[in-house]
């Protein structure tokens, strides 16, 4: 992985404007689970995001990809990156708390590691990295526990299925990858939501019924929330910080994700997590500064000026 870029204000604000997004979805897909099922509300999620991002897209002038091949990758791409994902953390989310899915799902840098080292030939798993998937994974074993391993519970099923998640999300870095990189970030997010929206649409009806409209106002800002703001909108101002702040800068928002959505799980929630979540939170920390090289460059630093000194 490649340095860091130097970080503007700007680049700053808008990351840490991200995170908050981000965060505040999870905080956003807990309200709307009061009223409404999980594959339900992930079709509210990538249908509306969707339909924005395609409005966008025809206002700017995008130009609109045809052939198969290309609608295929997008097919595949919404299932690893939104259906599949987004359907685990959901239903996760019914059974533990929000601030625990959000540490999770920071964990899928570490799995991006392993999944690239296996599936590109420029992503050689080197020893900085093969040290940071290990704190990873540490973090996510810390989390679930050894003894919820072995005796699988519907809590312990719940957290194996958003980490879950996390590894399709790195399934998802690969395939883009590949198949993807020539188009526009926008042509990407609404052409993978609409793949996305066709696999939803008949699982979700006949899991959980034709979607109703007869929800609460509250229901209803959650999901104008995570499917507008925290998921098209998010992904517009994502693709901004990565070409400001780079890929290596943007495994920050990964770090800074979990607080927000910890913190409003607290405030407005009442959820309390215990202490193997902060631990591993902290280990995934370790991992991802270690990842994109924060740690390494902090010790050479101070080993070059111990050195100096005597």
Known sequence: MTTPKEMTT???????????????S?????????????????????????????????ARGAPIPRGWRV??????MGFLNNAAPFTLMAWGQTQIETGLVSIFNASTAI???VVAAIFLADERLTARK??????????VVSMVGWRELATFDPRSVAQLAVALGAFSYALAGVWARKKLGDLPPIIN?????TGATLLMTPVSIIAEGVPSLAISVDAWLAVAYFAGLGTAGAYLLYYRVLGMAGAGNLL??????????IVLGWAFLGERLDSAAFVGLGLIAIALLILDGRIPRAARAALAARLRRG
Not at 71 to 76: D, K
Not at 252 to 261: F, G, I
């Open 252 to 261: 920050l928002c990964t770090l800074l994700v979990a607080p927000v959505a």
């Open 10 to 24: 700007r680049a700053w604000l808008e990351l840490i404007a991200l995170s908050v997004i981000w965060g505040a």
């Open 189 to 193: 997010a609404a052409g993978m939501l």
């Open 111 to 113: 799995f991006g590691v």
């Open 130 to 139: 093969a040290l940071a998937v290990g704190f990873g994974f540490a973090g």
């Open 71 to 76: 609608w295929g990758a997008f097919l595949v």
């Open 26 to 58: 999870f905080f956003s897909i807990a309200i709307a689970l009061r009223e409404m099922g999980p594959l339900t509300s992930v079709l509210h999620r990538v249908f509306w995001a969707a339909l924005l991002l395609w409005i966008i897209a025809f």
